[in-house]
């Protein structure tokens, strides 16, 4: 998942977003612990899409209650 194609997302795209992707981390995780996956690399680029994720939604939040406090 690409910075941009993040941004362009709506906030509650991003949240279901983020469930999916949390998700397929966890079934990644066990079935790498049962037996080995065929490309390791996968587990570090969801991990690193999901810290994405929380990065937008954080900034998101952030924006929103800095602009409800100037009102």
């Known amino acids: 998942?690409?910075?941009?194609?993040?941004?362009?997302?709506?906030?509650?795209?991003?949240?279901?977003?983020l469930k999916e992707e949390q998700t397929l981390y966890t079934k990644m995780k066990?079935?790498?612990?049962?037996?080995?996956?065929?490309?390791?690399l996968k587990l570090r680029s969801t991990r690193r899409?999901?810290?994405?994720?929380?990065?937008?939604?954080t900034k998101r939040s952030k924006e929103e209650a800095t602009k409800n406090n100037q009102q």
């Open 49 to 57: 899409g999901i810290a994405m994720i929380h990065t937008e939604l």
């Open 30 to 40: 066990m079935n790498h612990a049962v037996s080995q996956i065929e490309n390791p």
């Open 1 to 17: 998942m690409e910075k941009g194609d993040i941004k362009e997302l709506t906030t509650d795209e991003l949240r279901l977003r």
